[in-house]
C-alpha cells in the first residue's frame, strides 16, 4: 500500500462516512407535497423512518454508504388518498482524494441514481394498482428520493464534511 493510500484509509473510513451521513440525515426524513404521475395528476407527501446506516471499505479511497428507509407515502388523487409503503436502501458512493498539496483530504460523492436504490413498495385496492401502474409509482419515488438525497449531500453542512484537514485529523488521532 502507497503512503498515499494509506493515508485516506486512515482517515476515509466506512466508520467516518457512516458517522457523517447519519448527522446530515438524522433518524427521519419527510418530502412533500410534491407532483406525482403523468402530467402532475397527483400529489404525493412521504415520511420515513432511516434505519441503521452501514458502510463499507471499497478499497482505494472508495466507500459506500447503505441507508435503509422505511417510507410511508400518500398519493392524493382528487379526493382519493392511496396509501403506499415503501421499504429502500439508498446507496451512496464517495471517494477520498489527496488535494493538490496534500494539506487535506476532499471526499467526492457520485452522482445518484435510481440504480442506487433498492425499492420494494406495497400497494392496496384499485386505487394502489392505479398509482403503480400509470403512475410509475416506484421510478416516482426515486426520482424524488434522489433529488432529496442531491439536496442533502450538496448542503453547506455537508460540503464542510467533505473536506478533511491532515492537520486537525493527526492532532485528534
Keep these: 500500500m502507497s503512503e498515499h493510500d494509506a493515508i485516506l484509509s486512515a482517515i476515509a473510513t466506512p466508520e467516518r462516512a457512516v458517522r457523517d451521513i447519519s448527522d446530515l440525515i438524522g433518524d427521519r426524513i419527510a418530502f412533500g407535497p410534491v407532483p406525482a404521475g403523468p402530467g402532475g395528476m397527483a ?16 478499497g482505494g479511497g472508495r466507500t459506500e454508504v447503505h441507508v435503509p428507509v422505511t417510507l ?7 379526493m382519493r388518498t392511496v396509501p403506499v409503503a415503501a421499504d429502500m436502501t439508498v446507496r451512496i458512493g464517495l471517494e477520498a482524494c489527496l ?5 487535506h483530504v476532499v471526499i467526492q460523492v457520485d452522482e445518484l441514481g435510481p440504480a442506487d436504490i433498492a425499492l420494494e413498495t406495497k400497494v392496496s385496492g384499485i386505487g394502489g394498482v392505479f398509482v403503480r401502474r400509470l403512475g410509475n409509482l416506484d421510478a416516482e419515488i426515486r426520482h424524488h428520493v434522489i433529488g432529496y438525497v442531491t439536496e442533502l449531500l450538496g448542503s453547506p453542512a ?11 485529523e493527526s492532532d485528534t488521532a
Design 158 to 168: 455537508a460540503q464542510d464534511l467533505r473536506r478533511i484537514d491532515l492537520d486537525e
Design 43 to 58: 400529489t404525493a407527501r412521504a415520511v420515513g423512518v432511516v434505519g441503521k446506516l452501514r458502510g463499507r471499505d471499497q
Design 72 to 78: 410511508d407515502v400518500s398519493v392524493e388523487m382528487g
Design 99 to 103: 488535494a493538490p498539496g496534500s494539506d
